[in-house]
Nanobody, 111 residues
Framework: QVQLVESGGGLVRPGGSLRLSCAAS????????MGWYRQAPGKERELVASISVSGFTNYAELVKDRFTISRDNAKNTVYLQMNSLKPEDTAIYYC?????WGQGTQVTVSS
């Protein structure tokens, strides 16, 4: 049974930082590309960042230079380091692998 479990969300002030984690089980993590998506209220889910098996990364234009995706194959975990957070980054953030999704973690950026 595949499980993706996100953690690390919360409330942060504009300009602050958070690091999201996604622990995967039930898959051979090291041979799977991973991604982070987000969905804000009233909006469609959108890709934030992805990382390939070899470590190649891709970012949405809105988060480029602020967010960093990384993976630790030994821990079956993918991370999303988010810096210089803005109110418009407020959303539920989801981890993705193939057609599997985590339950999401809420990120709220507000003063």
């Amino acid at each position: 049974q595949v499980q993706l479990v996100e953690s690390g969300g919360g409330l942060v002030r504009p300009g602050g930082s958070l690091r999201l984690s996604c622990a995967a089980s039930g898959i051979i993590f090291r041979i799977n590309p991973m991604g982070w998506y987000r969905q804000a209220p009233g909006k469609e889910r959108e890709l934030v960042a992805s990382i390939s098996v070899s470590g190649f990364t891709n970012y949405a234009e809105l988060v480029k230079d602020r967010f960093t995706i990384s993976r630790d194959n030994a821990k079956n975990t993918v991370y999303l380091q988010m810096n210089s957070l803005k109110p418009e980054d407020t959303a539920i953030y989801y981890c993705n692998c193939q057609h599997y999704w985590g339950q999401g973690t809420q990120v709220t950026v507000s003063s």
